[in-house]
C-alpha cells in the first residue's frame, strides 16, 4: 500500500500535468467567430447565392416625416399686410438600418430588387426610393414679419429579415439571415403643408429693409 508521501508526490505531478495541458489546450472557435458583415452578406445577393429573399415582418406604418422649410422666405417690409407666391420643390429619399441603399444611379441593386418584390407582394403598396413634389404656395404675411412655406411628407416604414441561401458554404455556412429596416416615401399619402410667420428681428430688418 503507498505510503502517504507517496500519494502526495503522485497528486503532485497529476496537478502539473493538467496544469501543462491547460496551457496547450485550444478552445473550440464560436460559430460568429467568422461571421462576414451584414453589408457583405447583402451585396452577395445574386452573387454566389442560389436564393436572396426578404421576409417583411409586421404592418408596414406610415407616418409624417420631419417638417422642414421649403422654398425661399418671404419678407414683408412694408406696413400693410402682404401676400407673396412662392414656388418650391421637395424631395423625400429612402433610408435603412444598415445605411446602404436598395439603388444606385444605374438601377437597383439584387437586394433591393428582393426587397420591392417582398414588400409589393405582402402589402399592395408601391415603394419608392424618392419622391418630389413641387407647388406654388401664396403666404399672407403681415407687416414687419417673414414667412415661409413648411412640408412634412408621409413616409412609410418596414422591418424584416432577408434570407441568403448560397450555392457554395459562405464563411462556413450555406445559410445565412440579415435583419433589416426600411424608410421611404409613402406614394399616394399627402403631405402635411403649412405656413408660418413671425416678427422680424433688428438685425433681419436693416439687411432685408434697408
Known sequence: MPSTCSRTNWAGVLA???AAGSLITVPPARADDN????IELLEKCDNGTKQCVFHPAGDVTVVS????TVGDRAWNCTQDK?????????TTGESTSLGVALRTELGTK?????FKVAFEASYRRTWS???TESETTFIDVPPGEVGWVTL???????KGTYELIFKDRFHGKRYWYVPFEAEGPAEGEPS????QTRPMTEQERIEECE
Open 129 to 131: 426610393s424618392s419622391h
Open 152 to 158: 412634412a411628407p408621409k413616409t412609410q416604414k418596414v
Open 192 to 195: 402635411v403643408r403649412g405656413q
Open 35 to 38: 461571421r462576414p458583415s451584414d
Open 110 to 114: 439584387a437586394f433591393g430588387a428582393s
Open 82 to 90: 402682404q401676400t407673396s407666391s412662392r414656388i418650391w420643390e421637395h
Open 65 to 68: 416625416g420631419k417638417r422642414e
Open 16 to 18: 502539473v500535468l493538467i
